[in-house]
Nanobody, 120 residues
Framework: QVQLVESGGGLVQPGGSLRLSCAASGSIWFINTMGWYRQAPGKEREMVAQIGRGGNTDYADSVKGRFTISRDNAKNTVALQMNSLTPEDTAVYYC??????????????WGQGTQVSVSS
């Protein structure tokens, strides 16, 4: 089993910053891609940022230049630093981790979600 635990959401004013963290634990043999997705009310879940094991990153156009994704391979953690937040960033943010479990079975797990609200 692989578990993901997220932290760091909350309420922030426009222009503010938040940092989300996600820790993966369990019978992990190898983690490939780690990422953050979000889902706003009435909208589909969308990719926000992804990072490969080697550090290559991909961002949604709407967050480029404002958000930064990072990971610690030794600790199996991924973080999302969010700056210059706007009300359009309000959503539930989900961590996603893909890799191999012990026994080389593939996994693709989601965190429980953390609410990010941007409002004055």
């Amino acid at each position: 089993q692989v578990q993901l635990v997220e932290s760091g959401g909350g309420l922030v004013q426009p222009g503010g910053s938040l940092r989300l963290s996600c820790a993966a634990s369990g019978s992990i043999w190898f983690i490939n891609t780690m990422g953050w997705y979000r889902q706003a009310p009435g909208k589909e879940r969308e990719m926000v940022a992804q990072i490969g094991r080697g550090g290559n990153t991909d961002y949604a156009d709407s967050v480029k230049g404002r958000f930064t994704i990072s990971r610690d391979n030794a600790k199996n953690t991924v973080a999302l630093q969010m700056n210059s937040l706007t009300p359009e960033d309000t959503a539930v943010y989900y961590c996603n981790v893909e890799g191999l479990r012990s026994g080389l079975a593939r996994f693709n797990n989601w965190g429980q979600g953390t609410q990010v609200s941007v409002s004055s």
